[in-house]
């Protein structure tokens, strides 16, 4: 069985619209391509008790959390507060994390200061060319909202989660969903090691249904893709990736 992420995405900006989300598709391509199963996505608001009841949550029940935004000096940024609280943690001062504000922003307010504050037990992971580097508690790892300074922090640590790879592959099809629906449940019955999706594509012209098979299982899916041509019209198969 894969390992399972959940991934959390904290901040009122993302719920009001104000700011597009787009951590958790990057998390969620990485993961699949690293063969870990993202099973749960969730965006909350700036608020240090539901962080803490959904970090609570997502820890037990997921073998990774990644928690995205919140961790600026502003006076909404409460993500390691909720975090200290889902743990029943307290808050200390890191000192690296001290001396790289102070060489960052010079004599730093109490305010600012706020930044250097850990949950206690909370490990920085220090990465090569990496300022500021990510946090972890446990299996729980805190990330900036930033996507730039996301993208950059889950690269220099993501081997760290790499398991055994998904097994893809896609079948293009000149032909409405109704008309391939009764196959592929029957595809999907005969192969449950394989997750298969269906997605209509409105206005393309090359193709109407692009159908997906993923499974750490390769030979489950070329067999389930076997199955699937074989139960199709030719004339409405386009091609096999």
Same mark, same amino acid.
């Not at 743990?87 to 730093?108: A, H, Q, S, T, W």
């Given at each position: 069985?894969?390992?399972?992420?959940?991934?959390?995405?904290?901040?009122?900006?993302?719920?009001?619209?104000?700011?597009?989300? +787009?951590?958790?598709?990057?998390?969620?391509? *990485?993961?699949?391509?690293?063969?870990?199963?993202?099973?749960?996505?969730?965006?909350?608001?700036?608020?240090?008790? +539901?962080?803490?009841s959904t970090v609570a949550s997502c820890a037990k029940r997921y073998d990774y959390?990644? =928690?995205?935004?919140?961790?600026?000096? =502003?006076?909404?940024?409460?993500?390691?507060?909720?975090?200290?609280?889902?743990?029943?943690?307290?808050?200390?001062?890191?000192?690296?994390?001290?001396?790289?504000?102070?060489?960052?922003?010079?004599?730093?307010?109490?305010?600012?200061?706020?930044?250097? +504050?850990?949950?206690e037990g909370g490990e920085l992971i220090e990465l090569n060319g990496i300022n500021f580097p990510p946090m972890r508690l446990e299996n729980v790892y805190v990330f900036p909202g930033i996507p730039e300074f996301l993208r950059k922090k889950f690269a220099a640590l993501k081997e760290r989660f790499r398991d055994k790879p998904y097994f893809t592959s896609r079948v293009y099809i000149n032909g409405e969903e109704c008309l391939i629906a009764d196959t592929l449940d029957a595809v999907a019955k005969r192969f449950p090691a394989v997750e298969i999706g269906s997605y209509p594509?409105?206005? *393309?012209?090359?193709?109407?249904?692009?159908? =997906?098979? +993923?499974?750490?299982?390769?030979?489950?899916?070329?067999?389930?893709?076997?199955?699937?041509?074989k139960m199709l019209p030719r004339e409405i198969v386009l091609r096999t990736l």
């Open positions: 069985m894969p390992r399972t992420a959940a991934v959390i995405i904290i901040g009122n900006e993302i719920l009001s619209g104000k700011v597009r989300d +787009e951590n958790s598709h990057f998390l969620a391509s *990485e993961l699949r391509q690293l063969g870990v199963k993202l099973s749960l996505v969730m965006v909350i608001q700036d608020d240090v008790d +539901e962080i803490a959390v990644f =928690t995205s935004g919140g961790i600026g000096p =502003t006076h909404d940024d409460v993500t390691m507060q909720g975090i200290a609280r889902a743990f029943g943690r307290k808050l200390v001062v890191d000192e690296k994390l001290k001396d790289m504000i102070e060489k960052r922003c010079g004599v730093p307010s109490s305010v600012v200061m706020r930044m250097a +504050e850990l949950p594509k409105i206005g *393309e012209r090359d193709y109407k249904v692009l159908v =997906t098979f +993923e499974s750490m299982e390769e030979e489950a899916v070329k067999q389930a893709v076997d199955e699937l041509l």
